[in-house]
């Protein structure tokens, strides 16, 4: 049996709106899984983040003043028998072997001593590297708070300041873009030939 012409436009007006519903959900859904991307990107893989510390000659710096170079940044702390003040050399050498490039790569050793890492006690550790190392130190709270943004492990002392201790850490040396995103790190141990090349390789 035909149908009538009402019956015909009732049924299209249905179709489109089912169509429009449909869409209008798909939509949705979508923009939901982009959002779930982005969040994810921005959980709990990434490296890095703000911080508000001070230098070795007692100047507040913030990691915004670092974009547009690269920074290479590595946590420990002066007192360290070692390992840091390896790596801590490693980094110097490699960005003096950037030669010209090296400027456009900032160095930055971050303690995770403050009790013991004043301002002076990193300016007289900075002073054994290259002139554009910039050494970070700051309140606990500071510390903490950019250790975590790393992904940074660090014990925190329980001896009091002036007993010898040691400090267990993590020993990563980080790459930081441009844009203040992590790109790679470099496990300990890392020669300053290697971590140039590495750092080259996003200059
Ligand atoms: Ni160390």
Not at 14 to 38: F, N, T
Not at 79 to 92: A, K, L, R, T
Not at 124 to 132: E, G, H, M, Q, Y
Not at 190 to 195: F, K
Request: glycine fraction near 8%; charge should be negative; include cysteine.
């Amino acid at each position: 049996m035909p149908r009538s012409p009402i019956a015909r436009a009732t049924a299209l007006a249905s179709l489109v709106l089912i169509l429009a519903i449909g869409g209008m959900v798909g939509w949705r859904m979508l923009d939901r899984d982009r959002d779930g991307a982005v969040a994810a990107a921005q959980g709990s893989s990434v490296i890095g983040g703000p911080f508000r510390l001070t230098d070795q000659f007692g100047a507040v710096r913030t990691d915004a003043e670092f974009r547009g170079r690269l920074m290479l940044v590595f946590f420990g702390f002066t007192n360290c028998p070692g390992v840091c003040p390896m790596e801590v050399q490693s980094m110097s050498r490699a960005v003096q072997a950037l030669a010209t490039q090296g400027d456009r790569v900032v160095p930055i050793f971050i303690s995770v001593d403050p009790a013991r890492d004043t301002v002076e006690q990193m300016r007289a550790f900075a002073s054994n590297f290259d002139p554009r190392l910039v050494a970070l130190t700051g309140s606990d709270a500071e510390i903490a708070a950019v250790a975590k943004a790393y992904r940074v492990y660090y014990e925190r002392p329980t001896a009091a300041p002036d007993e010898p201790y040691d400090v267990p850490h993590s020993s990563m040396v980080y790459l930081i873009g441009t844009d203040g995103r992590y790109l790679t790190h470099f496990d300990v141990g890392t020669s300053a030939e290697a971590m140039a090349e590495g750092i080259r390789a996003h200059l």
